[in-house]
């Protein structure tokens, strides 16, 4: 696999993980999703997940497994997120190893390529869920309103190096239509 497969998600959406929608979900196939934490569930300055979070998730959990994978190492801060949301998680998973995501595939029983993995990152969340052979799903990330402004360097580096490479980082329309 060239490193432009490597770094190009299945599904980009051109906004927070909010606006994955079951139908989304149930369009791709998708039966259980890995989701990262940081930036794609809550902003990495929250310790605990929002109402809109919150409802999304029991909304999703009817459709689709459920299981967070975070690289952040803070069992009190990503326990806390994972408990508020009744979730399974693994802290610490070094993405774009594959070990703790594997763990999770696991527990959740589901072929790979039924599983979605969703992130905000290119070089860890899309690269290990590659790796992996799983459908890859990218967010923007959500970050605190006070940091709106804010950028994101590490991401932006990310997006250019990955079209360099040949990866087209452009979202999608995610309208599914019914017919």
Wanted: glycine share 6%; hydrophobic share 45%; no cysteine.
């Amino acid at each position: 696999m060239t490193w432009n497969k490597f770094l190009q998600p299945d599904l980009i959406l051109g906004s927070s993980i909010l606006n994955l929608t079951p139908e989304i979900i149930q369009h791709y196939g998708l039966k259980g999703l890995v989701l990262d934490v940081d930036e794609t569930l809550v902003p990495i300055t929250v310790g605990e997940a929002s109402p809109e979070l919150k409802s999304w998730v029991e909304q999703v959990r009817t459709y689709t497994a459920l299981w967070l994978v975070s690289n952040n190492l803070s069992e009190v801060r990503i326990g806390s997120i994972a408990r508020s949301l009744n979730l399974p998680y693994y802290l610490g998973a070094a993405k774009p190893s594959r070990r703790k995501i594997r763990s999770a595939l696991q527990a959740m029983d589901l072929p790979v390529h039924q599983v979605g993995m969703v992130g905000d990152r290119l070089f860890t969340d899309v690269l290990a869920g590659n790796r992996l052979g799983m459908f890859t799903i990218l967010v923007e990330p959500i970050v605190h309103p006070d940091a709106v402004l804010r950028s994101h360097p590490i991401r932006n580096f990310e997006v250019w190096f990955s079209e360099i490479l040949g990866a087209s980082i452009i979202a999608q329309d995610t309208k599914i239509h019914k017919d």
